[in-house]
T-cell receptor
Framework: DQQVKQNSPSLSVQEGRISILNCDYT??????FLWYKKYPAEGPTFLIS?????DKNEDGRFTVFLNKSAKHLSLHIVPSQPGDSAVYFC?????????????FGTGTRLQVTL | GAVVSQHPSRVICKSGTSVKIECRSL??????MFWYRQFPKQSLMLMAT?????????EQGVEKDKFLINHASLTLSTLTVTSAHPEDSSFYIC???????????FGPGTRLTVL
């Protein structure tokens, strides 16, 4: 039962253009959503997050949008740069009482071409 | 940002042996750490939640007797894969929860190959 889904396994975008990565979830108990960037054989690095009470959060070139009614979030990267090429995971969080437990999507491989 | 280390980064072992992986939070105390595994081209799957001073909480389908977790101090959690088999070959990643910032920081991962 995949509670967090990233339906696009890969995405190719030209340098300078906008990259849009999508994520859907099913569990309405998730209260926080995060995006991570991951290179092969490395741990994920945190990019940006959004609370379930907001619909947008922006940090430099990265913006995350949340549509709670549709249980959908997206990550926008603009302008895209070759160094953005990596696998992007969205994750949804639920607080367990001591810490937030993360459920990850399957990832989208972004390739930014010159 | 905060740093979480894992050791070893890569290990190759024979089938039937046990392998211990360490996860350390280097500049903060973590009462809670998480262990994940990732198969090629798949998502990170949470295996267990490691709580300092108490028993780990395992996710459904994860054998607690096979994947032993010890969280003896506020900066160290260990995962021991007992009697490893080739199907245990995977990328194991830990994360440590910084309670002050309510943020998880991930380690660099450990690539386990069981021959």
């Amino acid at each position: 039962d995949q509670q967090v889904k990233q339906n696009s396994p890969s995405l190719s975008v030209q340098e300078g253009r906008i990259s849009i990565l999508n994520c859907d979830y099913t569990n309405s108990m998730f209260d926080y959503f995060l995006w991570y960037k991951k290179y092969p054989a490395e741990g994920p690095t945190f990019l940006i997050s959004i609370s379930s009470i907001k619909d947008k959060n922006e940090d430099g070139r990265f913006t995350v949008f949340l549509n709670k009614s549709a249980k959908h979030l997206s990550l926008h990267i603009v302008p895209s740069q070759p160094g953005d090429s990596a696998v992007y995971f969205c994750a949804a969080s639920v607080f367990t009482g001591t810490a937030s437990k993360l459920t990850f999507g399957t990832g989208t491989r972004l390739q930014v071409t010159l | 940002g905060a740093v979480v280390s894992q050791h070893p980064s890569r290990v190759i072992c024979k089938s039937g042996t046990s392998v211990k992986i360490e996860c350390r939070s280097l500049d903060f105390q973590a009462t809670t750490m998480f262990w994940y595994r990732q198969f090629p081209k798949q998502s990170l799957m949470l295996m267990a939640t490691s709580n300092e001073g108490s028993k780990a909480t395992y996710e459904q389908g994860v054998e607690k007797d096979k994947f032993l977790i010890n969280h003896a101090s506020l900066t160290l959690s260990t995962l021991t894969v007992t009697s490893a088999h080739p199907e245990d070959s995977s990328f194991y990643i830990c994360s440590a929860h910084d309670r002050a910032k309510d943020t998880q920081y991930f380690g660099p991962g450990t690539r386990l190959t069981v021959l």
